[in-house]
């Protein structure tokens, strides 16, 4: 990857994603916190969703040595980017599967928690748009696993380096991150 397309996603991150507030926030780890990350300011606009899945595929999954057919993560913040990775992956040649890991299994229907095409896969990198405590991503580590797919690896567009990287690998995943919190602001 061409450092271009990580300095103009930090550009879009530090312009439309980043705030900071003398008021806290409430994360949805339960966490407050005075810096808040809305990744959804890129992957639900198409331009900057497609410069991050090409950064994603060219940059940051070769980070992490060995194969997988599948990407998905726990609805919502996973939905996008597993969309536009097998999209991405797609235009390269390469079928990798989207999954989307329900936060329960539906009531209805099937009853599955877990939608695409799961059944034919062994094998998932898990993805998140932001890690604080990872237990969102662990709650879709489990349920893949559940489902028979092996999961030890995984990405997020950010690491709020609060505890979320090492609870994960206490689960037996290695997760990279695009950007770091500390890399917004000093201090």
Known sequence: MSQTLRDQLFHWMKTYVYRYSE?????????ESHHYFNCKEITLHPERLSVLADCM???????????FES???LTLGADPLS?????????????IYPLIVRKEA???G???????????????????????TGGSTIKAVKALREAGIQV?????????EEGGKE????????MVSLFKKSEFFNG
Do not use: N
């Open 167 to 174: 609870a994960l690998e206490k689960e037996g995943i290695r």
């Open 106 to 108: 539906k009531g209805h």
């Open 23 to 31: 008021t806290a926030f409430r994360l949805a780890s339960g966490m």
């Open 71 to 73: 990407v998905g993560g």
């Open 83 to 95: 969309y536009s990775i097998s999209l991405s992956y797609q235009k390269r040649g390469k079928l």
């Open 110 to 132: 099937t009853g599955q928690q877990i939608e695409g095409f799961w059944k034919e896969v062994k094998s998932c990198l898990v993805i998140d748009d932001v890690i604080t």
């Open 57 to 67: 595929v060219e940059e940051l999954i070769p980070k992490l040595a060995g194969e």
């Open 152 to 160: 030890t690896k995984g990405i997020c567009i950010l690491d709020r």
